[in-house]
């Protein structure tokens, strides 16, 4: 049997984030109806953070009670960045959290207003009080390979970092490409090292496509034995307070390799396009990863 490959899609929170007109509620719903319907099941849904930083996500209330009564069986994510965010995602019905830590002060501070330090300990409470609930906890490292402000992140920094968080007990820990900086061998050694300290089955990567060496940092990734991969459907993503961020790892890309290679991912590719087409109007452009053009021309013959 094939080896499973966890896609993570986080269209719906990293690829509508940084949208500047405001994507309707319904609408969401629709692409959140095709992405479910391509086989996705792993979805960062909404941030539960302040609507004046990211006015985007202001309907999370909306959007996680709809998704936990369409599609029970899924599991469902929720960004956030201090204990109020929590609280809300447990009052919406979150499964699961995805708390960030910002590994460079400069970003922690626009970020999340708060000093790396400071930003763990939050995160530790956090973490503990969603072990007791039995909620599932993800940490983020975010600029883990490259800052916008401060240029390469020193891997021994991530790892300190990813050391205190590993020690709180997390479900997973992704390391995030949040600007779409990184090169694959860093990718690959970093993994290396993490993978070496912590439980590989617990390690993401969150990738950015800027530079357009998302998939082969993904490629790395895997081949230093990561199995869960986050990706955004269309391409679509940025984060607002990381100049430079543009586009995630596109789902249709990672999935397209991830079954040449021979995983599974229980993503059917035929379905997918019906997500890339749904998310087109919600942004006004045309989206799409780079194997859209190739597929279409060739029907998915191959
Ligand atoms: N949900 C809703 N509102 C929140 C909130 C949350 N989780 N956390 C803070 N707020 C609100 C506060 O109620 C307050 O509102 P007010 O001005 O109407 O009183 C305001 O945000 C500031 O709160 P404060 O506790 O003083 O926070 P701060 O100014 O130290 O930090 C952040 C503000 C960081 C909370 C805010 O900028 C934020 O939520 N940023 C989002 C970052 C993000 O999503 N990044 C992208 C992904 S990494
Ligand atoms: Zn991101």
Redesign the pocket.
């Known amino acids: 049997m094939a080896e499973f490959l966890k896609i993570c899609e986080v269209g719906p929170r990293d690829g509508l ?1 940084n949208e500047a007109a405001a994507v309707a509620t319904a609408d969401k719903q629709k692409l959140l109806d095709a992405l479910l319907a391509a086989g996705l099941k792993y979805i960062e849904l909404t ?8 006015p985007q ?1 202001a309907d999370a209330e909306q959007m996680m009670p709809y998704a936990r009564s369409a599609y029970p069986e899924a599991h469902f994510n929720a ?4 204990e ?2 929590y609280e ?1 995602a447990l009052q919406a019905g979150a499964q699961g959290v995805g708390v ?1 830590v910002v590994v460079s002060e400069t970003l922690s501070q626009r ?3 708060m000093s790396v330090a400071e930003s763990l300990a939050a995160c530790k409470a956090i973490v503990t009080r969603a072990r007791n609930d039995g909620v599932f906890a993800r940490v983020y490292l ?1 600029v883990a390979w490259v800052c916008p402000f401060e240029g390469p992140t020193p891997p021994e920094k991530v790892l300190a970092c990813a050391d205190a968080v590993w020690e709180m007990g997390v479900d997973e820990l992704a390391l995030a490409d949040t600007i779409g900086h990184a090169q694959p061998l860093e990718v690959g050694r970093l993994v290396e090292a993490c993978g070496k300290r912590y439980d590989m089955s617990k390690l993401a990567v969150h990738l950015h496509d800027t530079q357009a060496l998302g998939l082969a940092n993904a490629a790395a990734a895997i081949s230093a034995g990561v199995r869960i991969v986050d990706a955004s459907v269309g391409g679509l993503g940025g ?3 990381a100049p430079g961020s543009l586009g995630n790892l596109a789902t249709e890309d990672v999935v397209f390799m991830a079954h040449k290679m021979g995983f599974a991912t229980g993503v059917a590719m035929n379905r997918l396009w019906e997500a890339v087409r749904c998310a087109e109007p919600l942004v006004g452009r045309r989206v799409g990863g780079r194997i859209r053009e190739w597929w279409e021309k060739n029907a998915g013959k191959s």
């Open positions: 984030q941030s539960f953070v302040s609507a004046k930083a990211v996500m960004l956030i960045i201090n109020k965010g809300r960030v970020n999340s207003r975010a984060c607002p307070f």
